[in-house]
């Protein structure tokens, strides 16, 4: 697999996003939310956790079938969803030409568990003492066919598959945030060295999810009580964690100018680590590295952080962005929460959309670190550092 550099023998364009977030749904919706620093939050349906709700859907206008929504689960109707408004902004929707040979690379959680049916186990009255074998019967009579298959994580990509008519080659990430990130690096990768015309990356997260949260509490990772933007939550802070999707549609310039499609913006480099985090200074330390390797970038080049509020990788984080003190900065977990697998993809859309708009999007966060700038941006570097492992960055460029 080819790697990426800051000399690409092929540009990769920017062609289409789709965003469906706590925000709204819709570039124009979405743009029009930050800049009016807008936050959609809930404190106590899930108590004493913050969670970012999933703004109001219409899923019948990208999931016209009814039984095609029946079988997924909340994240995989977000991220189909999202997926459709991607395809519709790049132009390619029902183009079933390019679509067949469209690769797809999504970053995928471990999909949902059936809180009724676990309740029911864990209460009936021979739990503990059940008969070997007992469990497995349950399962299989009390969950309905489709849910042992809506947990895998491919299903994501192959519904998507299925609605959309996205069928060239496909592949499905693991690994929280960082999957993120490699979604997008073996995009570029490929693109660069000239194996894949167009791809379509992304993910999706329903963060409206107790066992979700439970997962996370065990790590003491979830913000609780109050909710406070990304880098006003201290040293006892955490994620609030998001429901969303965001997918890009990125191709070739070869490609892309052949069939007339207008850029967004122009993804440069894309480079991953992954520090041992045995100490003080690791993910600083991973993000000086990273940013040597980006390329050429401008010393007034805004910075777009997926940053979780999760320490001690928040803490480390900001270390470094003060280092880059000529840069402003903004943190998508302070307006949309921590979408997890998404959060990178996120990044990287609202930078495409930014140089599209020709403005960064107004600060939301009175730490201190967040500046205004009324400079058009040429350049928008997308980072993030996980709540428990990897480092991504990314360079994204104005197409003029």
């Known amino acids: 697999m080819a790697e990426t550099s800051h000399k690409q023998p092929a540009e990769a364009w920017i062609t289409g996003i789709g965003l469906a977030s706590s925000l709204a749904e819709g570039l124009d919706a979405?743009?029009?939310?930050?800049?009016?620093?807008?936050?959609?939050?809930?404190?106590?349906?899930?108590?004493?956790?913050?969670v970012h709700p999933l703004a109001p859907?219409?899923?019948?206008?990208?999931?016209?079938?009814?039984?095609?929504?029946?079988?997924?689960?909340?994240?995989?109707?977000?991220?189909?969803?999202?997926?459709?408004?991607?395809?519709?902004?790049?132009g390619i929707k029902g183009n079933t030409e390019?679509?067949?040979?469209?690769?797809?690379?999504?970053?995928?959680?471990?999909?949902?568990?059936?809180?009724?049916?676990?309740?029911?186990?864990?209460?009936?009255?021979?739990?503990?003492?059940?008969?070997?074998?007992?469990?497995?019967?349950?399962?299989?009579?009390?969950?309905?066919?489709?849910l042992f298959l809506a947990q895998l994580s491919n299903l994501l990509a192959g519904n998507i598959a299925i609605v959309h008519g996205v069928t060239g080659s496909s592949r499905t990430f693991m690994g929280e945030e960082e999957a993120g990130v490699d979604a997008a690096r073996i995009a570029l990768a490929r693109i660069a060295?000239?194996?894949?015309?167009?791809?379509?990356?992304?993910?999706?997260?329903?963060?409206e999810r107790k066992d979700?949260?439970?997962?996370?509490?065990?790590?003491?990772?979830?913000?609780?009580?109050?909710?406070?933007?990304?880098?006003?939550?201290?040293?006892?802070?955490?994620?609030?964690?998001?429901?969303?999707?965001?997918?890009?549609?990125?191709?070739?310039?070869?490609?892309?100018?052949a069939r007339g499609a207008k850029p967004y913006a122009r993804l440069t480099n894309v480079v991953a680590d992954m520090s041992r985090r045995r100490g003080e200074g690791d993910v600083t330390a991973s993000m000086q590295r990273l940013w040597g390797q980006l390329g050429n970038v401008r010393d007034d080049a805004p910075i777009i952080t997926g940053a979780t509020g999760a320490e001690p990788?928040?803490?480390?984080?900001?270390?470094?962005?003060?280092a880059q003190s000529g840069h402003p900065v903004r943190a998508t977990g302070t307006s949309f929460g921590h979408i997890m697998e998404a959060q990178f993809p996120l990044?990287?859309?609202?930078?495409?959309?930014?140089?599209?708009?020709?403005?960064?999007?107004?600060?939301?966060?009175p730490s201190g670190l967040e500046i205004e700038t009324s400079k058009a941006p040429d350049q928008i570097v997308v980072i993030g550092a996980g709540h428990w492992r990897g480092e991504g960055m990314a360079l994204v460029e104005a197409v003029r």
């Not at 609202?350 to 999007?361: C, N």
């Open 193 to 207: 060295a000239g194996q894949s015309d167009i791809a379509l990356i992304g993910a999706a997260q329903n963060g």
């Open 212 to 257: 979700l949260l439970m997962l996370y509490e065990f790590g003491d990772f979830n913000l609780k009580d109050n909710y406070a933007p990304v880098f006003s939550r201290g040293p006892k802070g955490g994620f609030a964690l998001g429901s969303g999707s965001a997918f890009l549609v990125i191709e070739s310039r070869a490609h892309a100018e």
């Open 313 to 322: 990788a928040t803490a480390d984080e900001v270390a470094f962005l003060r």
């Open 347 to 365: 990044g990287i859309a609202l930078a495409a959309l930014s140089l599209s708009r020709g403005a960064l999007f107004p600060a939301n966060d």
């Open 98 to 146: 390019i679509l067949s040979r469209t690769d797809m690379i999504v970053a995928a959680g471990g999909g949902e568990r059936d809180l009724a049916v676990d309740s029911a186990v864990l209460n009936s009255e021979d739990y503990g003492n059940a008969a070997p074998g007992a469990l497995n019967e349950r399962l299989m009579n009390d969950l309905r066919p489709t």
């Open 30 to 50: 979405h743009w029009d939310a930050l800049a009016e620093r807008r936050v959609n939050v809930d404190t106590t349906g899930f108590a004493p956790y913050v």
């Open 57 to 90: 859907l219409s899923f019948d206008k990208q999931i016209p079938k009814k039984g095609d929504q029946r079988q997924m689960e909340a994240w995989q109707r977000i991220g189909t969803y999202a997926a459709g408004l991607a395809l519709d902004s790049a």
